[in-house]
């Protein structure tokens, strides 16, 4: 082992915030559970001592112990390390896609997984970038300005759990979404000048996507059918569809054929009244020339 290796800081928990294990996941808590009794099961049959193989991993030994007591949850790149090392065979890093999905907080694994079984995704917002077309600073600053603050933990597992429901664009086939947002959203420079223009520049290249319908409510709008608030309706394969607004329902989730319908009758119209796709990613052109 050379110096460098020898005198190299080890990772703690302090330096790698957002991996923590919410204690009311009871599944997460679960899957994080059973992979670290396999790590510790097969770390000890090696013969090795902790502090020895987190020094390999490039980890302290108190952070070890948490991801072996199921605390922690241990990050991609350390279950693919730790299989190699102790050679497990596979075993640890087959454990990869359900841990990943364990960071996500429990409402958003939800969420992504209605989502991914979408046909059609439409959704109106008034308040923020919808989260499928987030940047992930502009994620990052959205989540951070809320108060009271949330811990640099939450932060993280949330900006991380909003980036994995953007998977949906990347489905074959993919499915229809539509997006309708207030013009104040694209003038708020939320996060500054550059993660600003990142975020247009974001929904301009969604925008043009053949699956994607991107349109504008204008300022200056003397009919807004969106007062209400924020809309989103999911619809199924097999004809069925879930839809959610602020403004209706006490802003519970609905499948009922007519309360779904009024969500749909709100989202035609609010689509009606705004700027047609071509004239909207011209206004975020503009926008993005003025920055």
């Not at 600073?137 to 939450?154: K, L, T, V």
């Not at 043009?208 to 504008?216: G, I, K, W, Y």
């Not at 300022?219 to 004809?239: A, P």
Request: net charge negative; charged share 30%; hydrophobic share 40%.
């Amino acid at each position: 082992m050379s110096v460098d290796d020898a005198v190299r800081k080890l990772m703690t928990e302090a330096d790698d915030p957002g991996w923590d294990v919410d204690p009311d996941d009871e599944w997460g808590v679960a899957v994080i559970a059973t992979v670290g009794r396999q790590l510790r099961l097969r770390r000890e049959a090696a013969g090795m001592r902790a502090a020895d193989f987190g020094a390999i991993l490039g980890y302290s030994e108190g952070l070890v112990y948490k991801i072996e007591g199921g605390k922690r949850i241990p990050r991609p790149e350390f279950l693919d390390k730790s299989d190699e090392v102790l050679g497990a065979d596979g075993l640890l890093s087959a454990m990869k896609e359900d841990v990943a999905k364990v960071r996500y907080p429990k409402k958003v694994r939800t969420l992504a997984k209605m989502e991914s079984k979408a046909v059609e995704i439409s959704v109106y917002e008034c308040n923020l970038i919808p989260g499928l077309l987030q940047t992930p600073e502009h994620a990052r600053a959205a989540i951070e300005a809320a108060q009271p603050p949330y811990s640099q933990s939450d932060v993280e597992r949330m900006v991380a759990g909003r980036m994995s429901r953007q998977s949906v664009f990347e489905r074959d086939p993919a499915p229809a979404l539509s997006f309708v947002l207030e013009e104040a959203l694209l003038r708020r420079p939320l996060g500054g000048t550059m993660v600003w223009r990142r975020q247009l520049e974001r929904l301009l290249e969604m925008g043009r996507l053949r699956h994607v319908t991107f349109q504008v409510m204008p300022l200056h709008s003397e009919v807004h059918s969106g007062l209400d608030g924020r809309i989103e309706l999911l619809k199924f394969v097999d004809g069925t569809a879930v839809g959610r607004s602020d403004g209706a329902f006490a802003g519970r989730a609905v499948s009922d054929a007519k309360q779904l319908r009024i969500l749909e009758l709100r989202y035609g119209t609010i689509r009606a009244q705004a700027l047609p796709p071509g004239e909207s990613l011209a206004l975020i052109e503009q926008l993005l020339g003025e920055t």
